[in-house]
Every structure is written in structure tokens, then in C-alpha cells.
């Protein structure tokens, strides 16, 4: 027959080591949860970090051939390879209505962060920088419509839809 007093005496025993075992397993638990915690602010940084139009170059001008279309609107500019562009309601500023239709030559500068236009038919007031600066957003070479404005970047982005 077993003894209740020495019973009660085990289970006392072993409560300091359960203690401990359930002690380390919330320490485990609330460690996995403070790294995923963490790792998951990182990535949000970082997301919200590339997704911001930073300044950036190419290497030459093929990386800029292709049509290029307003994200926020309906303008949209094709360059060539020969140095020819072609644009159908693009924003910028080079007019009195800051819209561009028409064709003309472009010309990426030497550092590979911006490319100027120069139309073969100038709108009327047309500004002598018009032009776009290359940035990297979200991970992608992006054209950007530089603004006049204290603090922004870009008023538009264009982004390549076809080589």
C-alpha cells in the first residue's frame, strides 16, 4: 500500500522541475514570438524603403529604349534607340497646359541619372530642362517627373511597359 505522505512528498519534488520546464517552454514561445515580431518590422521597413522613389542611374541609354506610361494618368512616351522619342499626353513641364504630344530627340547625360527632351515642334514657353531623372521604386528603374515643389521628388512616375 502506498504511503499518501511520501506521495505528496514526490509531487512536491517534481513541481520546482515542472515549474522550470514550463518556465523555458514560455521563454521559448515568447522568444519565437519577439523574433518574428521584430523580423517582421524589418521587412516592413525595408518595403516601405524601396518602395520610395530614390534617385539612381543606368548604365546606357538601351536601359531606357522602350515605351514608358504615367502610373497616375494617361501619358505615355516611346524612346528609340536612334535617340528618337514620341509622347502622347505625357505631363511635364515644358508648356504653358505642362502636357507634351509629339516627337523629337532625347539624350541621357553622362552620369546616367537623366534625360532631357527636345522636341522637333518646342510647345510655346517651353522650359530648357525638360526632362525626366531616373529613380529605383519598389525595385524598378522608374522615370520621374521631377517636381518644383520643397520635399517632393517626383510629381509623376512612369513606369516601362514594353522593351
Known amino acids: ?13 517534481q513541481r520546482p522541475e515542472e515549474r522550470r520546464r514550463r518556465t523555458r517552454r514560455r ?6 514570438v519577439a523574433v518574428v515580431l521584430v523580423a517582421g518590422a524589418a521587412w516592413r521597413l525595408k518595403s516601405a524603403h524601396d518602395a520610395q522613389p530614390r534617385l539612381a542611374v543606368v548604365s546606357s541609354r538601351s536601359a531606357l529604349v522602350g515605351t514608358w506610361r504615367a502610373e497616375d494618368g ?30 523629337g530627340s532625347w539624350s541621357l ?8 527632351l527636345r522636341p522637333d515642334h518646342p510647345p510655346t514657353g517651353m522650359s530648357s530642362d525638360a526632362g525626366f531623372a531616373v529613380v529605383r521604386a519598389d525595385g524598378q528603374v522608374r522615370l520621374c517627373v521631377t517636381s518644383a515643389s520643397p520635399g517632393v521628388l517626383c510629381d509623376a512616375l512612369l513606369r516601362r511597359v514594353a522593351p
Do not use: C, I, K, Y
Request: charged residues 25%; aromatic residues 6%.
Open 1 to 13: 500500500m502506498a504511503d499518501p505522505d511520501r506521495n505528496s512528498l514526490d509531487r512536491r519534488a
Open 27 to 32: 521563454r521559448a514561445v515568447l522568444g519565437t
Open 74 to 103: 494617361p501619358g505615355q512616351v516611346e524612346f528609340t534607340s536612334d535617340g528618337r522619342f514620341s509622347a502622347v499626353s505625357l505631363t511635364v513641364d515644358v508648356s504653358w497646359n505642362g502636357e507634351l504630344t509629339g516627337a
Open 109 to 116: 547625360d553622362h552620369r546616367g541619372g537623366s534625360l532631357s
